[in-house]
């Protein structure tokens, strides 16, 4: 079964930028929808259902943003590093979150609006703690 391990979360200040990576323990390439969510703190007992998407990589490469992220940040997909990245810029103080990466088979067209919802997704990581603070 797929695994997906999540790092480069810390603690940055207001406008500094970050570099998420998941690692997949297999190959991706276009056998995976990929994507990243959040789970913003105090939403922890709701679960998987109180996630949010942030970014969505299809496996034949189209890319959909939440609007509150769009022109900010970047996911990308380095296949022969079986890697997913998600590059943040200028950030601030509430995008604090666990950030999951997150994939999913392809099992038919989605809207973006669908390619965002948490219920789509079928593997998730561990997560990866990202505070954005002065």
């Known amino acids: 079964q797929l695994r997906l391990v999540e790092s480069g979360g810390g603690s940055v200040q207001p406008g500094g930028s970050l570099k998420l990576s998941c690692v997949t323990s297999?190959?991706?390439?276009?056998?995976?929808?990929m994507a990243w969510f959040r789970q913003a703190p105090g939403k922890e007992r709701g679960g998987i259902a109180e996630r949010e998407g942030v970014a969505t990589l299809d496996a034949d490469g189209p890319t959909t943003y939440a609007q509150v992220v769009k022109c900010r940040f970047t996911i990308s997909k380095d296949n022969a590093r079986n890697t997913l990245y998600l590059q943040m810029e200028s950030l601030k103080t509430e995008v604090t979150a666990v950030y999951y990466c997150?994939?999913?088979?392809?099992?038919?067209?989605?809207?973006?609006?669908?390619?965002?919802?948490?219920?789509?997704?079928?593997?998730w990581g561990q997560g990866t703690q990202v505070t954005v603070s002065s």
């Open positions: 997150t994939a999913t088979r392809p099992v038919g067209p989605a809207t973006p609006c669908a390619r965002l919802t948490p219920h789509r997704w079928s593997v």
């Open positions: 297999e190959s991706t390439d276009s056998d995976y929808h």
